[in-house]
């Protein structure tokens, strides 16, 4: 059972560029969640899905995209990256319930130049 | 709208000694409390969560903490910190209101563990 997996773990970016992470579950779970962190800051949601074909923003969603064509999956893009946007992204999922934990995948370093 | 303040963005333990890590929420309804660990490199795992009933729960590796209504806290503690303790700590609170989705964190407390 491969839980939450994240690709790349590891990716370096020019400003300007774009680039896709993508999230993968495979436990059915109905909510995903992008979060990113950044030392100090914990971690501060990004932009989150309640449903296959749902999505919704969270507390820092500028200059993120995202979309969840198919349940399993939640892909989080760049569309310009900035140096800003330096950070570790995590993504989770979780049942459809608010009393349930979320499940972690192992996150994607990203650094923008 | 919902908080977490975590006190204490490091704290110091020597082996042996109990563990305190502070965490107080803020919700204007009934909340679902959660703690979780993560070692360096590594993604987030649950140690222990509040949902309903006992209000004192337990967790892996010997941790527990306490829900206290009454002081919007929930506080991780353990009797005798292990070196394999060494870690970062995070609170989160989820919220019981129809259309609360999000899942909250605090900022953390890395903990350090002296030999």
């Known amino acids: 059972n491969a839980g939450v997996t994240q690709t790349p773990k590891f990716r370096v970016l020019k400003t300007g560029q774009s680039m896709t992470l993508l999230c993968a579950q495979d436990?059915?779970?109905?909510?995903m969640y992008w979060y990113r962190q950044d030392p100090g800051m914990g971690l501060r949601l990004i932009h989150y899905?309640?449903?296959?074909?749902?999505?919704a923003k969270g507390e820092v969603p500028d200059g993120y995209n995202v979309s969840r064509l198919k349940k399993q999956n939640f892909l989080l893009g760049l569309e310009s990256a900035a140096p800003s946007q330096t950070s570790v992204y995590f993504c989770?999922?979780?049942?459809?319930?608010?009393?349930?934990?979320?499940?972690f995948g192992q996150g994607t370093r990203l650094t923008v130049v | 709208a919902q908080s977490v303040t975590q006190l204490g963005s490091h704290v110091s333990v020597s082996e042996g000694a109990l563990v305190l890590l502070r965490c107080n929420y803020s919700?204007?309804?009934?909340?679902?409390l959660f703690w979780y660990v993560q070692y360096p490199n590594q993604g987030l795992q649950l140690l222990l969560k509040?949902?309903?009933?006992?209000?004192l729960v337990k967790g892996i590796n010997g941790f527990e903490a306490e829900f206290k209504k009454s002081e919007t806290s929930f506080h991780l503690t353990k009797p005798s910190a292990h070196m394999s303790d060494a870690a970062e700590y995070f609170c989160?609170?989820?919220?019981?209101?129809?259309?609360?989705?999000?899942?909250?964190f605090g900022k953390g407390t890395k903990l350090s563990v002296i030999p």
């Open positions: 899905s309640v449903g296959e074909g749902t999505t």
């Open positions: 989160a609170v989820s919220l019981s209101g129809a259309g609360s989705y999000q899942l909250t």
């Open positions: 919700s204007s309804v009934p909340p679902y």
């Open positions: 989770a999922s979780r049942r459809d319930s608010m009393n349930t934990e979320a499940f």
């Open positions: 436990m059915n779970h109905e909510y």
């Open positions: 509040y949902t309903t009933g006992a209000t």
